[in-house]
């Protein structure tokens, strides 16, 4: 506090500083409080820029609000009338009521009382202010968590003009239900029906994506699946790319080639399941099919969206097929993004070394326990002491694991583009260098550990038969007369 009595609003001569005005610097201080859950705290710094006769911010102002809901279980009239009259202020917008909404959810704020506030909001800013569609799904999201189905429906019902899709906020109102009430989601889709609503895409894909991650949630997602691929071909109802998304995260989870169900638990029989290879096949044909790939937008910003929902949901069947152990289909679906037009970038990098490394160490350690020597590490690193890889700290016995992997494998035969450095690759969350990468040495680490794998089973073993497994492999998972889609 006395740190904000000597903060003043002056523009420094000479050099063009312009020093942070108190109610900026309040609003950083209030951040860091409402962080650390200090919140009585913080609302002494929001009354201190009052008393000293500063302005807050609105964005101050969004995060005011959310920290009362938080303290004040039920606000009372005098609240209510300083929530009316901040709303009321011409700075304060929809995009400052949507800062309060993500301020709700981080806080765990009632919905009921959030929804609320919201309508409260639309009637402070009256009619010459229409909701957007962002703050009309925020606003069934609230409902529908709270348990206002009603409330949603009349919503849907009252806004209809503002969705494109009829059938959107119906999926959202889904996709927020609890993954258990699976009476509410029956109550919306006989609303559906009573309305004559028709079927899309989201709404499969809110049924999919609700369901929960475990053999009975898997069975449940494929059946939804099948339904999806029986319409596919007398509508014009196609799975999308959101569609495989969800379903290679669930496979990666919980599939296994040698699965045997419990027949102590009441559960459905495993052949529902699409096999990983054949769900990959189907997504070549029906989504990144040139014919029926949604068309390249001419906005940068959404071309650039849909680049990357295509790059997510590849990355995410070569790491459902890395935890399946399916090596060489880990390949083909490598090679698939050059095939695409999709740029080999360090998040795939860290796909699977995260995932090499992993299995290396838990090998050293396993042998260690067993006192058998650690044929998988050294096969892939060369010769090392173990004793240092136990004796590490965790995470730089992953750096160096990976290291050891990128120079084992990054020989100047097949290489041809730029190879990432480690720092890079375990920085990729946070920047990329936006530079395509090279991935013969990923290809060159998946074929050395299929070596390895088929050394261990029955499979024939060499490049010869490597070669013709996967050409089996590829004819089994891309379709020959399909014209890919290419960015």
């Not at 765990?108 to 009309?136: A, M, W």
């Not at 009603?150 to 996709?175: G, H, M």
């Not at 559906?192 to 997602?221: C, T, W, Y």
């Not at 990329?432 to 680490?445: I, Q």
């Amino acid at each position: 506090m006395e740190f904000l009595q000597l903060v003043k609003d002056e523009q420094q001569p000479g050099i063009g500083l312009h020093i942070p005005s108190q109610p900026k610097i309040a609003e950083n201080i209030i951040h860091f409080l409402v962080e650390r859950r200090l919140f009585p705290q913080a609302l002494t710094v929001y009354q201190n820029i009052i008393t000293s006769g500063f302005i807050p911010l609105p964005s101050t102002d969004a995060l005011f609000l959310a920290v009362i809901m938080k303290t004040s279980q039920a606000p009372g009239h005098v609240q209510l009338n300083d929530f009316k009259k901040i709303m009321a202020y011409p700075s304060f917008t929809e995009s400052h009521l949507l800062e309060f909404l993500d301020h709700v959810e981080k806080l765990e704020i009632d919905p009921d009382s959030c929804s609320q506030l919201v309508r409260l909001f639309i009637d402070v800013k009256g009619e010459n202010s229409t909701p957007s569609r962002s703050l009309l799904m925020k606003l069934i999201d609230l409902d529908t968590k709270a348990g206002n189905l009603e409330n949603a429906s009349q919503l849907i019902d009252d806004s209809s003009s503002s969705f494109d899709i009829p059938a959107e906020p119906y999926a959202r109102v889904i996709r927020s239900t609890n993954p258990g009430d699976d009476e509410a989601v029956d109550w919306i889709m006989d609303v559906m029906r009573e309305k004559d609503v028709p079927v899309h895409i989201l709404v499969f894909n809110s049924l999919i994506s609700r369901q929960r991650r475990s053999l009975g949630g898997i069975q449940r997602a494929f059946a939804f699946y099948n339904i999806i691929m029986r319409l596919a071909a007398t509508t014009p109802l196609k799975p999308d790319v959101f569609t495989y998304k969800q379903l290679f995260r669930m496979l990666g989870y919980h599939y296994k080639q040698d699965y045997r169900p419990n027949t102590s638990r009441n559960l459905q029989r495993v052949s529902v399941l699409t096999r990983p290879r054949q769900l990959f096949y189907d997504m070549m044909m029906l989504w990144f099919n040139s014919k029926l790939h949604a068309p390249a937008s001419h906005s940068l910003e959404i071309r650039a969206t849909q680049i990357q929902n295509d790059e997510a949901v590849l990355t995410v069947a070569l790491r459902a097929f890395l935890y399946l152990d399916d090596y060489s289909a880990a390949i083909i679906t490598l090679e698939t993004f050059p095939k695409i037009g999709i740029p080999i970038t360090e998040r795939l990098y860290f796909v699977i070394l995260r995932y090499l490394a992993r299995k290396v160490y838990y090998d050293v350690l396993v042998s260690r326990k067993k006192k058998t020597y650690p044929v998988v590490a050294h096969f892939m690193l060369g010769s090392f002491n173990s004793s240092k890889i136990i004796k590490r700290d965790p995470t730089a016995t992953y750096e160096w694991i990976m290291q050891r992997l990128l120079e084992k494998h990054c020989d100047t035969n097949g290489r041809q583009g730029r190879v990432p450095t480690v720092a890079e690759i375990l920085a990729q969350d946070v920047a990329r260098s936006g530079e395509p990468c090279d991935a013969w040495p990923l290809v060159n680490m998946l074929r050395r550990w299929l070596q390895m794998n088929a050394s261990t089973t029955r499979e024939p073993w060499g490049g010869f038969w490597r070669k013709r497994n996967l050409s089996a492999v590829r004819f089994e998972m891309v379709p020959q007369q399909v014209q890919l889609w290419q960015w």
